[in-house]
């Protein structure tokens, strides 16, 4: 049962446009939310975060937006350079199974920016 | 800093044998972790250490032991490997709940 979902397994955008990735969660007990980037061959880097009692988390070019009714969560990137090309995880925390170290990650969505 | 490392880069391995892969990190963090990554699955989790002396299984811990050595070192298992288990392991590391993990770079590994 996938309790994180990112439905898009990619995404491509023009330079200089918005880039806007999704991330759907069932588990109601999750309360902390995190955007992650991966380059080939390489570990993946913290990009983002947002807590469950915020809808709206910036970050220069990088905003986050929490629906908690929904149930959604999605990344918004203003403008996209080509060198925002990666691959975007999404990782949620809370207490569900029991501890909020683990992060349950989504699948990822390859975002592939055009010059 | 050198972060969160891991050895080694790459490893093959023919089914039955084992091996054991390192992670370190210099952060002075409590928590660890091992992940697998696996195309279309994303990050899986293997086993964590919430703290220095504590372990717990993750999603995936089944044909995998964890070793927390010390707050720097966490090692992860293999006592007898199986094809099922090629895959790219990431370590990662983090101060307390709710905060980032950072990653190591990752270590590739097949099992014929």
């Known amino acids: 049962d996938q309790q994180v979902k990112q439905n898009s397994p990619s995404l491509s955008v023009q330079e200089g446009r918005i880039s806007i990735l999704n991330c759907d969660y069932t588990n109601s007990m999750f309360d902390y939310f995190l955007w992650y980037k991966k380059y080939p061959a390489e570990g993946p880097t913290f990009l983002i975060s947002i807590s469950s009692i915020k809808d709206k988390n910036e970050d220069g070019r990088f905003t986050v937006f929490l629906n908690k009714s929904a149930k959604h969560l999605s990344l918004h990137i203003v403008p996209s350079q080509p060198g925002d090309s990666a691959v975007y995880f999404c990782?949620?925390?809370?207490?569900?199974?029991?501890?909020?170290?683990?992060?349950?990650f989504g699948k990822g969505t390859l975002l592939t920016v055009n010059p | 800093n050198a972060g969160v490392t891991q050895t080694p880069k790459f490893q093959v391995l023919k089914t039955g044998q084992s091996m054991t892969l390192q992670c370190a990190q210099d952060?002075?963090?409590?928590?660890m972790y091992w992940y697998r990554q696996d195309p279309g699955m994303g990050l899986r989790l293997i086993y964590y250490?919430?703290?220095?002396?504590?372990?717990d299984k993750g999603e995936v811990p089944n044909g995998y032991n964890v070793s927390r050595l010390n707050k720097r070192e966490f090692s992860l298992r293999l006592e007898s490997a199986a094809p099922s288990q090629t895959s790219v392991y990431f370590c990662?590391?983090?101060?307390?709940?709710?905060?980032?993990?950072?990653f190591g770079p990752g270590t590739r590994l097949t099992v014929l």
């Open positions: 250490s919430a703290s220095e002396g504590t372990t």
């Open positions: 952060m002075n963090h409590n928590s």
């Open positions: 990782a949620a925390s809370g207490k569900s199974g029991g501890s909020n170290y683990k992060l349950t």
């Open positions: 990662a590391s983090t101060s307390g709940a709710y905060n980032e993990q950072f």
